[in-house]
Nanobody, 120 residues
């Protein structure tokens, strides 16, 4: 059974930090580009951060650059998102995604999401 499970979400005050984790089972993430997406109520799903298969390249949406950091541990089959200096605009459900980025393979995997709420 292929599965991605996010954890680490919760309620945090503005300026605070959270660390999200994504644990994969049923497959090995080393062959996949891993990403974090988020979706706030009434808004489209947004790509937040991605990391290459070997972990040697990362990309971030402009609104989180300098505040968020994505990392991966292929040996542990996990991906993390460190979020610092959080603001209410970061409130959303955060989803983990695995994508093979192949011209021959078109599927990808999604977790069920974890809620992040930034509020005083």
């Amino acid at each position: 059974q292929v599965q991605l499970v996010e954890s680490g979400g919760g309620l945090v005050q503005p300026g605070g930090s959270l660390r999200l984790s994504c644990a994969a089972s049923g497959f090995t993430i080393s062959s996949y580009v891993m990403s974090w997406y988020r979706q706030a109520p009434g808004k489209d799903r947004e790509l937040v951060a991605s990391i290459s298969k070997a972990g040697d390249d990362t990309n971030y949406t402009d609104s989180v650059k300098g505040r968020f950091s994505i990392s991966r541990d292929n040996d542990k089959n996990t991906v993390c998102l460190q979020m610092d200096s959080l603001s209410p605009e970061d409130t959303a459900v955060y989803y983990c995604n695995a994508d093979p980025h192949s011209g021959l393979v078109w599927y990808d995997y999604w977790g069920r999401g974890t809620q992040v709420t930034v509020s005083s």
